[in-house]
């Protein structure tokens, strides 16, 4: 992780000096993780994909405004959570519920498959800042004061919402937990 830091803190700045090629280089490192958690976050590919290509082109555009390169990571991600919360508060009226999937009611043990749809069942319950906190955290890797600048909130808070998540998840999934999996 450090040796990757350091490359992408060189990346940076010869992006900052005008070098296209580099910046598609620290794209193509970052793309896939960030359109990840913006796909958690709207749950539509096609518009992971497009804030995906918005959060890039706004971070090249704002690159000289990082003001600590080794804080790429979650100056990124932040961009990327602007974009998703933006779209979000457009197509989603306020106080509007998520429709609860029912869990699958096969006997005996689940298949994986059928434990991972739970989950992405289970997550879509969610908040939006309950799920963000989650996917930041145990899908992303990133520390509770990474998660706090990418969320704009305090660190208590984030860890309010994902302990309130992961609680909320462990009620969700006990019934698949009971049954077990093949």
Same mark, same amino acid.
């Given at each position: 992780?450090?040796?990757? $830091?350091? &490359?992408? !803190?060189?990346?940076?700045?010869?992006? #900052?000096?005008?070098?296209? @090629? +580099? *910046?598609? %280089? /620290?794209?193509?490192?970052?793309?896939?993780?960030?359109?990840?958690?913006?796909?958690?976050?709207?749950?539509?590919?096609?518009?992971?994909?497009?804030?995906?290509?918005?959060?890039?082109?706004?971070?090249?555009?704002?690159?000289?405004?990082? $003001?600590? &390169?080794? !804080?790429?990571?979650?100056?990124?991600? #932040?961009?990327?959570?602007? @974009? +998703? *919360?933006? %779209? /979000?508060?457009?197509?989603?009226?306020?106080?509007?519920?998520?429709?609860?999937?029912?869990?699958?009611?096969?006997?005996?043990?689940?298949?994986?498959?059928?434990?991972?749809?739970?989950?992405?069942?289970?997550?879509?319950?969610?908040?939006?800042?309950?799920?963000?906190?989650?996917?930041?955290?145990?899908?992303?890797?990133?520390?509770? @004061?990474?998660?706090?600048?990418?969320?704009?909130?305090?660190?208590?808070?984030?860890?309010?919402?994902?302990?309130?998540?992961?609680?909320?998840?462990?009620?969700?999934?006990?019934?698949?937990?009971?049954?077990?999996?093949?």
């Amino acid at each position: 992780m450090i040796f990757r $830091e350091v &490359e992408d !803190r060189d990346l940076i700045r010869r992006a #900052r000096r005008g070098m296209v @090629e +580099a *910046y598609n %280089l /620290l794209v193509s490192r970052w793309e896939k993780r960030v359109y990840n958690y913006l796909f958690r976050l709207v749950a539509n590919r096609e518009d992971a994909l497009d804030l995906t290509q918005d959060t890039f082109l706004k971070a090249y555009r704002n690159l000289a405004r990082l $003001e600590d &390169e080794s !804080r790429f990571a979650p100056w990124l991600f #932040r961009i990327a959570h602007n @974009e +998703a *919360y933006s %779209l /979000l508060r457009k197509t989603k009226p306020d106080g509007e519920l998520e429709d609860e999937a029912p869990m699958p009611g096969a006997r005996g043990r689940m298949l994986p498959i059928e434990v991972s749809i739970a989950v992405e069942s289970a997550m879509a319950r969610l908040s939006e800042d309950q799920r963000e906190a989650v996917v930041l955290k145990i899908y992303q890797g990133f520390k509770f @004061e990474e998660m706090a600048e990418i969320t704009g909130c305090p660190v208590s808070t984030v860890k309010s919402r994902l302990y309130t998540a992961l609680n909320l998840l462990k009620t969700a999934l006990a019934p698949i937990d009971a049954r077990g999996v093949e």
